[in-house]
């Protein structure tokens, strides 16, 4: 199912950006009385993590023809590379970046998941370029470099708000956990998880892995929670691995209280998928497509009127992004007159400074620290009749 969906998602891709030019990228109106900056994003178009990369590139884009339409004092010329979830192939991404924007300035917008984005900060660090990733939340990718910054949480971030949530609610007296010990975004949350469970007293009866998200059977990992009494069973996984997960339990006739993070946002929207095997899911994550707000329901109308489907947090974290790089650029004087190392530096001073707001898809006041990781809170959603509610 996996790649099939990232199939369909990649072949849409490639169907819109062609229908905008022969070169394969849209025109994005750069064209203002503003100073142009180009913004390059890294993310996998194909690959099994296509649904992933495609949806940060369609939601920056989205941000992106809004900002150019407004003609202000920054102008966004964006491009989108494939690097089909590869370390390598990313860095050939971002070193074709660099080719692309030659003595523009430019911006790093990527990578989408967290091993290539690892590698590509190590050199847009030794490079001096700025880099705002939508969602590679591991620390790696920002540890140790002052001009990298992620829109998304940090994956022990996740993992201990979850420990916090079910103690502080009451929730479950035995708690189990499955994840991806092969996937650095799914031990990262875990591992804080169960530092947290135990800090906080809860008794976690049961932990299971399995090693990558092609595995397709996990009837041994939910009989060992069932057998161990789990009433809650903790998944900081990916929404294909967990749709599986939820529906190999109904067949097992083991109905836990499962609560998952932000990987699992789009699973309600999963081809062919049963939502009633999601019902009473909770969900750890910073966008819900059925917000009230304004600037929500007109992204997501937009969203759907272009590609059919919902935004996932996923695409609502890349339009953040944009905005995010535009406001800053827009506050920093002399801006139309630096290199993207003069860029670099005095986004990353902005950014890391703390006193730098945005208000987004994902939050509001967001801020960052000095360290790359952001400032925001998770909501929490329980999926009520196919839909998500405020929990």
């Known amino acids: 199912m996996k790649k099939f969906l990232a199939l369909l998602l990649a072949l849409a891709m490639t169907l819109a950006l062609a229908a905008c030019g022969g070169d394969g990228q849209k025109d ?52 989108f590379e494939d690097d089909t979830g590869v370390a390598d192939t990313a860095v050939s991404a971002y070193n ?31 490079d001096r370029y700025f880099q705002l990733t939508p969602s590679a939340s591991s620390p790696e990718v920002v540890n140790g470099k002052d001009n990298v910054f992620q829109m998304c949480f940090t994956d022990p971030y996740l993992g201990t708000a979850g420990a916090d949530y079910l103690s502080e609610n009451g929730l479950g007296t035995k708690y189990g956990i499955i ?31 399995y090693p990558d998200d092609t595995t397709t059977d996990y009837t041994v990992q939910l009989n060992a929670c ?101 406001e800053a650029c827009s506050q920093i004087d002399g801006v139309a007159d630096m290199d993207s190392a003069q860029l670099c530096d005095a986004l990353s001073a902005l950014f890391g400074g703390g006193s730098f707001k945005v208000d987004g898809l994902t939050g509001t006041g967001m801020t960052w620290k000095s360290t790359g990781e952001i400032s925001k809170s998770p909501l929490i959603f329980k999926v009520e009749n196919g839909a998500y509610v405020g929990a």
């Open 96 to 126: 074709t970046l660099k080719d692309w924007a030659k003595d523009a300035p430019l911006v790093i917008y990527g990578c989408t998941t967290t091993t290539p984005c690892v590698a590509v900060a190590s050199e847009a660090y030794a």
């Open 28 to 79: 994005n109106g750069a064209s203002g009385s503003g100073v142009t900056i180009k913004v390059g994003g890294i993310g996998p178009l194909t690959g099994d993590a296509a649904q992933y990369g495609t949806a940060t590139a369609w939601g920056a884009q989205i941000a992106v023809d809004e900002i150019n339409a407004l003609n202000g004092p920054v102008q966004l010329d964006y491009r």
């Open 179 to 209: 994840y991806n010990n092969g996937d650095a975004y799914s031990t990262g949350i875990a591992e804080a998880f169960l530092e947290e469970a135990k800090a906080k007293g809860l008794d976690v009866v049961s932990t299971q892995t």
């Open 226 to 326: 069932k057998d161990a009494g789990a009433d809650v069973v903790f998944l900081p996984i990916y929404y294909t691995p967990a749709s599986l997960i939820l529906a190999q339990a109904k067949q097992m006739s083991y109905a836990p209280l499962f609560i998952g993070g932000d990987g699992m946002d789009g699973m309600l929207d999963m081809d062919g998928f049963d939502k009633s095997l999601a019902e009473g899911l909770l969900l750890m994550t910073p966008f819900s497509a059925g917000a009230e707000d304004e600037r929500t329901k007109s992204f997501v109308e937009k969203y759907q009127a272009e590609h059919g489907i919902l935004p996932n947090q996923f695409a609502a974290d890349g339009y953040d992004c944009m905005y995010a790089i535009y």
